[in-house]
Nanobody, 120 residues
Framework: VQLQASGGGLVQAGGSLRLSCAAS????????MGWFRQAPGKEREFVAA????????YYADSVKGRFTISRDNVKNTVYLQMNSLEPEDTAVYYC??????????????WGQGTLVTVSS
């Protein structure tokens, strides 16, 4: 399984970025896809997730109304549109693929991360 995240960069506060995560080596539509982030000196935290069909989405309170997660099950790609960025959003953003299987339980795969820096 490979998850290749891209789209990070430097942006001013109030700006926007769109992250992408291209997945391979898995049946993409079977996985819950999500984004997590880790700021310097802090633990990794949940940002957003979308269920297999893309019909249900979930967000951390800190990003609700500003970030939108979406997926394309044909392109095997999950996106994170980030608007109204704040300096507090500065972090390495990681793509996650999760599936629950009988016998093995919950399995997680992680991408390599993409750095988002928001300047004030």
């Amino acid at each position: 399984v490979q998850l290749q995240a891209s789209g990070g960069g430097l942006v001013q506060a109030g700006g926007s970025l769109r992250l992408s995560c291209a997945a391979s080596g898995l049946i993409f539509s079977s996985y819950v896809m999500g984004w997590f982030r880790q700021a310097p000196g802090k633990e990794r935290e949940f940002v957003a997730a979308t269920r297999r069909s893309g019909g249900s989405t979930y967000y951390a309170d800190s990003v609700k109304g500003r970030f939108t997660i979406s997926r394309d099950n044909v392109k095997n790609t999950v996106y994170l549109q980030m608007n109204s960025l704040e300096p507090e959003d500065t972090a390495v953003y990681y793509c996650n693929a999760n599936i629950w299987t009988p016998g093995r339980g919950s399995l997680d795969y992680w991408g390599q991360g993409t750095l988002v820096t928001v300047s004030s």
